[in-house]
């Protein structure tokens, strides 16, 4: 039989053959009209101009006016995302000299806090005596408005898992060593069963690699996993079969590429999930944030799709009334939910009354 003939004829079976299905996730869209999963990016934040920022911005130095008092990766941003309305909150991670993981995005300590040095290089009891707020300015560094208040609110990933029980939290790991991996592998291992479901990673390729490898039942995705996912999707996904590297997973799909993965949008997305994986359309640089680029795709995407969305400051779009943008101003946090005590409670400076969310 000539190969392409046998090749073809096995593709066919494998996308023909029924995929058992994987017990329900906490990463997955459910409920009636099925909304798209709601992610809340480090949960809410400060936002900043995007114009100009590279990987070593200091983008404290350049936030908008502060609408509110929340600190990214902070307990209390956390909570407060939840109760806005998001499924999945969004974490960084970095191992500490004593074991423990600090949640905190900086590799270094200088830009947010008054601290000095790499995050990874402090244990745990001096990372919550700094003050995360140190760092912000809106005004080139005349005041510092969140100076004062982020004093002990770095948390420890134990920490976040006590406040946000059987709440779905994405990890992400912001090195590339191996040795991280291990390490978080072993942090994860410690847990029950129960607590991982409600777990999942992403970052550098090689940790990653790690917790794939050592706990199966957590949800991973990196670049080099993405890229072999979406290649042998590419060839065979027209027969309905999913490749083994899009197996528990989180596909982190940018909008751009979409048009050019077989069966997107929710044919994609039910046969990633038949087998507990989750798709996550990004839109790329500023078009999420301004909702062009593509023709309208990043506004209208959640009425089309039962995947994610989201973007650089949290703000997360859902299906008709569960649009919510958890990370931007005042106005936007009425739109998106909270009651009039709430956003009291929240913070919200005076000053920024009735300024538009930027």
């Not at 005004?139 to 406040?163: I, K, Q, W, Y």
């Not at 799909?253 to 069966?263: A, C, E, K």
Request: net charge positive; charged share 20%; hydrophobic share 45%.
């Amino acid at each position: 039989m000539d190969f392409r003939v046998a090749f073809l004829l096995l593709a066919l079976l494998a996308g023909a053959l029924p995929a058992r299905a994987a017990p329900p996730s906490p990463f997955t869209a459910t409920g009636a009209g099925r909304a798209p999963v709601v992610l809340a990016h480090r949960g809410i934040a400060q936002t900043f101009p995007s114009a100009g920022v590279t990987g070593d911005t200091c983008t404290a130095a350049r936030i908008h006016p502060p609408a509110h008092a929340f600190l990214e990766n902070t307990i209390p941003s956390l909570q407060a995302a939840v109760r806005a309305g998001a499924d999945v909150v969004e974490v960084d991670i970095h191992p500490t000299t004593d074991g423990e993981f600090a949640v905190f995005h900086d590799w270094t300590l200088e830009c947010r806090t008054n601290g000095r040095g790499r995050t990874r290089d402090h244990a745990m009891a001096a990372l919550k005596a700094l003050d995360i707020g140190h760092g912000y300015t809106h005004d080139g560094g005349r005041t510092f408005p969140l100076r004062g208040r982020g004093v002990g609110l770095m948390p420890s990933l134990r920490e976040v898992l006590a406040a946000l029980p059987r709440q779905a939290i994405l990890l992400n790991v912001k090195s590339n060593d191996a040795q991280e991996g291990e390490r978080l592998a072993g942090w994860l291992l410690s847990l029950a069963p129960e607590q991982r479901r409600f777990l999942a990673v992403y970052g550098g390729d090689v940790p990653v690699a790690v917790v794939r490898a050592r706990v199966p039942d957590v949800l991973t995705t990196s670049r080099s996993q993405i890229k072999a996912c979406g290649l042998r999707y590419l060839a065979l996904g027209w027969t309905g079969w999913m490749p083994e590297p899009c197996q528990r997973m989180i596909l982190l799909l940018p909008l751009n590429y979409t048009h050019w993965m077989w069966g997107w949008p929710h044919a994609l997305v039910q046969r990633l999930e038949h087998r507990q994986r989750r798709v996550c359309a990004r839109a790329l640089g500023r078009r999420l944030h301004a909702g062009a680029g593509h023709a309208g795709r990043p506004a209208d995407l959640a009425e089309r799709v039962a995947g994610w969305r989201l973007d650089r400051r949290g703000a997360v779009a859902g299906a008709g009334a569960r649009t919510l943008a958890l990370g931007a101003g005042l106005d936007r946090r009425r739109s998106a939910g909270f009651p009039p005590a709430e956003q009291e409670s929240a913070g919200v400076f005076p000053a920024a009354r009735g300024r538009p969310a930027a």
